[in-house]
């Protein structure tokens, strides 16, 4: 009985001590609104972003592109986290599409993301609301907050497609990291 006493205790204290810091970055200056992504910084070679992502192994790789899968990013596993280089083979980018199949509710997802970036990048942002009709007589429906810090545009996004009969037939809920 008191060791499964103390097992909750330590659980509970886990728990509690988490809130926000099991999100965000341990290096106190990137929380002052310092872009990056992962331990990763622009103008990396491939090899140095292959070193960052320590714990995850690429599974593929090519001059302008790396992609790793089924990575946890702010407590969500993606589905692929994408490096993008430019023509001198330097870090320009990164995106984080988040496994759709294992999201159940896409606005508080969106959320708790919106949520922690801002602690990360602050409260200016622009938030962006599109709709437009597709071809098919879908409606592809679009929301994004996005952030401009220091040569950096940092933009989550939301994106689900409702077809002419009101259902959702996709979403897709990314953040991209783009040097300006």
Same mark, same amino acid.
């Given at each position: ?5 103390? #097992? $909750? ?8 001590? =988490?809130?926000?810091? =099991? ?6 200056? +990137? ?6 992504? +992962?331990? &990763? ?27 790793? &899968? ?10 692929? $986290?994408?490096?993008?280089?430019? @023509? ?7 995106? =984080? ?16 993301? #919106? ?7 602050? @409260? @200016? ?6 709709? +437009?009709?597709?071809? @098919?007589?879908? &409606?592809?429906? &679009? ?5 401009d810090k220091q040569g950096t545009n940092i933009q989550l996004t939301l ?20 040097? #300006?």
């Open positions: 009985m008191i060791k499964n006493l103390s #097992k $909750i205790i330590l659980v509970l204290a886990v728990i509690s001590g =988490c809130s926000d810091s =099991c999100f965000l970055p341990e290096s106190p200056e +990137r929380i002052k609104g310092v872009p990056y992504f +992962r331990d &990763t910084v622009w103008g990396m070679t491939i090899e140095q972003v292959e070193a960052a992502e320590k714990e995850s192994k690429a599974s593929w790789s090519s001059t302008h592109n790396v992609t790793y &899968t089924d990575v946890e990013v702010y407590g969500f596993m993606t589905q692929s $986290i994408w490096y993008y280089f430019d @023509d001198d083979k330097k870090l320009n980018g990164a995106s =984080c599409n988040f496994a759709s199949w294992l999201i159940d509710d896409y606005n508080a997802a969106f959320g708790t993301l #919106k949520e922690i970036l801002t602690q990360m990048y602050g @409260d @200016d942002y622009e938030e962006h609301y599109y709709e +437009r009709e597709l071809h @098919d007589g879908n &409606t592809d429906y &679009t929301y994004s907050v996005s952030w994106s689900c497609i409702v077809d002419f009969g009101g259902q959702s037939q996709w979403f897709g809920l990314v953040i991209n990291y783009t040097a #300006k």
